[in-house]
């Protein structure tokens, strides 16, 4: 089958019957204008990539499980070359929409179950791998865009799921028939569901014995009966291309995604009460989907780099030394990240015939993320100035008696150049002073996990076993380096 095409997937869209919820109202996201950003980010601009002559290349990879050509974030990794080609592409979409290289979500969820389901299997006598690989096929075959439902909502943080007063507020399994099971609960900021056909839903933590009705994963489309979706986009209100030239195409609205008694067919279950796995899946998604993070947050430091470059240019403060040292951190930090997700594929390794970045260094990477967001923000706003906020709106800016003296007073180093400069301005503003850079704020920290669980996963997989016998070495004197100890 041929690749699909942003035409494709509209028309697929547009047959969807699912209740999504905006502002107390039921609206189709399809065709409403609240949502277009999501569907071009998280949508037409995704799958166009892979016919972009600047980046086809990269984001058509090896065979998938059905021998034909598959878009790179629909293909599952099997070497380390995979891996990188997947960071490469998050690069590159990323760079002229910075939330599209984050899209690869659902596929990462597959991947950890395509894994994580062979154990689960040897040690249970089920069948969930072969059920995984079926739907898989399909997946790929029809490039679903699917969004992950993770995040429980949790109630009270304090306690485990089988200790909540309400026992819904983890998503559960509320009846088992032969026919499949009935789920009841909720999941929290589901990323990009409003583009979405399938929901790819997977326990958001390890269980304990006793919460086996807490340890369920399935494939459901979003137009199920019982699936709500109350949608929040985070759009400040404005469509123009030249007050938002990033936000106006790139948004990823998100839902809260209620599942009220929805049935779920055996044939689209790949976890159902084995308790001993869901830790095991949920850290596997983790460092997959991590790992494509990385490549992201390069291709959107590489737009804070270019804009603070260029506003330098036309502030004529490009030579001042300390503007150039700011612009030479933002490097720095930019290429860390892209060394961390670069060595977390070459040090990745195998298992079940497919490849796992390397945890440590990914959680590394997307720590080094958070931290470099916030500083690149901050350096991009003390290099371009305070008009990145100040500058007057698009209406006033073209009203015919304010037009001259915006030429006037607005140039920068060269005459003429009022225009250009207004525009990087308010492209600055747009990536680091608006509803937009907002949104990243959060994002940068609780998206893919919270540094806590990054912290807990890189101590979790860290060799500390062997640092110790580092020092235990050490402590040997001369006999460490095979040399004669003193007398």
């Known amino acids: 089958m041929a690749l699909c095409t942003p035409e494709e997937l509209s028309r697929r869209l547009a047959l969807r019957k699912a209740d999504f919820r905006w502002r107390g109202e039921h609206v189709d996201p399809a065709t409403h204008p609240e949502f277009a950003p999501t569907l071009i980010s998280w949508g037409s601009w995704l799958y166009q990539a892979a016919f972009d002559p600047e980046t086809a290349a990269t984001m058509?990879?090896?065979?998938?499980?059905?021998?034909?050509?598959?878009?790179?974030?629909?293909?599952?990794?099997?070497?380390?070359?995979?891996?990188?080609?997947n960071l490469k592409a998050a690069q590159l979409l990323a760079e002229r929409s910075p939330l599209s290289g984050y899209a690869s979500i659902g596929r990462d969820e597959l991947q950890a179950l395509m894994v994580a389901t062979i154990d689960v299997d040897s040690r249970n006598g089920t069948n969930y791998h072969e059920r995984v690989v079926s739907y898989v096929r399909r997946f790929q075959r029809e490039q679903i865009m699917a969004a992950a439902a993770v995040t429980d909502v949790k109630g009270d943080r304090s306690k485990r799921p089988a200790e909540q007063d309400d026992p819904d507020m983890y998503l559960r399994v509320v009846e088992r028939n032969a026919d499949g099971v009935v789920v009841r609960g909720a999941k929290a900021h589901t990323s990009g569901s409003v583009g979405a056909e399938e929901l790819i839903v997977i326990p958001t933590r390890?269980?304990?014995?006793?919460?086996?009705?807490y340890t369920i994963a399935f494939a459901?489309?979003?137009?199920?009966?019982?699936?709500?979706?109350?949608?929040?986009?985070?759009?400040?209100?404005?469509?123009?291309?030249?007050?938002?030239?990033?936000?106006?195409?790139?948004?990823?609205?998100?839902?809260?995604?209620?599942?009220?008694?929805?049935?779920?067919?055996?044939?689209?279950?790949?976890?159902?009460?084995?308790?001993?796995?869901?830790?095991?899946?949920?850290?596997?998604?983790?460092?997959?989907?991590?790992?494509?993070?990385l490549g992201t947050e390069s291709g959107r430091l590489r737009l804070f780099i270019g804009a603070a470059a260029r506003i330098a240019e036309l502030n004529g403060t490009a030579g001042i030394g300390h503007i150039r040292e700011k612009i030479a951190q933002m490097i720095k930090m930019e290429r860390s990240i892209w060394a961390l997700g670069v060595a977390a594929s070459a040090e990745s390794y195998s298992r079940?015939?497919?490849?796992?970045?390397?945890?440590?260094?990914?959680n590394a990477g997307k720590i080094t993320c958070m931290e470099c967001h916030f500083t690149a923000t901050r350096l991009l706003l003390e290099i371009a100035g305070g008009a990145v906020t100040t500058a007057p709106l698009e209406a006033d800016l073209m009203a015919p008696d304010i037009k001259p003296l915006v030429e006037k007073y607005f140039r920068g180093?060269?005459?003429?150049?009022?225009?250009e400069r207004l525009r990087v301005f308010k492209l600055i503003r747009d990536l680091a002073a608006s509803e937009y850079s907002g949104y990243w704020n959060t994002e940068i920290i609780h998206g893919s996990g919270s540094p806590a669980a990054e912290i807990l996963a890189m101590y979790r997989e860290a060799d500390l076993d062997h640092c110790k016998a580092i020092v235990d070495r050490a402590l040997s004197g001369r006999a460490a380096v095979a040399a004669p100890a003193t007398a």
């Open 60 to 85: 058509i990879a090896s065979p998938d499980l059905n021998g034909e050509e598959c878009h790179v974030f629909w293909h599952m990794a099997t070497s380390p070359e995979d891996l990188l080609q």
């Open 206 to 213: 390890a269980m304990r014995q006793g919460e086996e009705d």
């Open 220 to 293: 459901i489309p979003v137009d199920t009966p019982g699936i709500t979706m109350v949608a929040r986009a985070f759009n400040a209100g404005s469509d123009s291309e030249w007050e938002a030239p990033i936000s106006s195409h790139d948004e990823l609205a998100e839902t809260f995604t209620v599942f009220n008694d929805v049935f779920v067919p055996n044939e689209r279950i790949f976890l159902n009460g084995e308790w001993q796995h869901a830790g095991d899946v949920a850290n596997l998604f983790a460092s997959v989907n991590r790992q494509g993070y």
């Open 352 to 362: 079940g015939g497919y490849q796992i970045p390397d945890p440590v260094l990914t």
């Open 413 to 419: 180093a060269e005459p003429g150049s009022a225009w």
